[in-house]
Each structure stands twice: as C-alpha cells, then as structure tokens.
C-alpha cells in the first residue's frame, strides 16, 4: 500500500494538482510550497527554529507568531483546496491507481481472501 502511495504521488495527474496548488499558494502568499506535506515541513521547521533558542517555554508573542502563520497557511490551504477540487481530483486519481492495482493482482487478492475466510 506503501507503494501504491509512492506511486500515486509520483503520478503525472498528482504533479499536476500540485503544481496547480501550489501556484494557487503563491498567489495566497506562501510561495515556496510545492505540496500539502510541505504546509507540515514549514511548520514543524518554523517549531523547531522556535524551540532551537534552547528556552524551556516559548514567550507569548512567539507562540501568537507560530499561531498566525499557522493560521494563514491553513487558510489559504483551504481555500486553494476548495478552489481546486483538490480533495475529489486526488481521490479519483487514487482509486483509478486502486483499481488499477486490484485489476493486476486480482488472482493473488483472491487466493488470500479465500485463505482468510477458510481459517476462520
């Protein structure tokens, strides 16, 4: 499953919506984001810059920062998202992928269905 990810990932529909979403991005302000899972690596690189001054608690104002980008980003993720049918055009390309998988391997999905079912 692991791979059928990897590979959805890498399909040329996936680099096409996130290319679309991350212009989308751009445009909302946050120009260096090239997929959603780059919105995590900002922000978990934005905690640690924060918690790398060696402080035991971070001041108010730092965490108000953290919040306010976090809350910019996460708006603007969602209205890309929206904007783009990101979330229905990523879950077609991922069950095309799906299908395509249980298409190909549709013998060995039986035998160990039928394995399954015969140990119960």
């Known amino acids: 499953m692991s791979k059928l990810w990897e590979e959805q990932q890498e399909s040329p529909e996936m680099k ?8 989308c991005m ?14 995590y690596d900002f922000m978990n690189a934005q905690g640690e810059e924060a918690w790398a001054e060696g402080v035991e608690e971070l001041s108010k104002e730092k965490r108000a920062e953290l919040r ?7 708006l603007a993720d969602f209205h ?3 904007d783009l049918d990101f979330e229905q055009k990523t879950l077609a390309a ?5 299908e395509q998988f249980v298409a190909e391997n549709k013998a060995e999905l ?5 394995a399954a ?3 119960k």
Do not use: Y
């Open 26 to 39: 751009a445009d909302a302000g946050h120009p260096d984001l090239a997929s959603k899972d780059a919105v």
């Open 80 to 82: 890309c998202s929206e």
């Open 117 to 119: 079912t015969q140990s």
């Open 16 to 23: 096409k919506f996130n290319a679309e979403w991350s212009s």
């Open 110 to 114: 039986d035998e160990m269905l039928a």
């Open 68 to 74: 306010d980008v976090e809350i910019d980003l996460a």
């Open 94 to 98: 991922q069950f095309k992928l799906e």
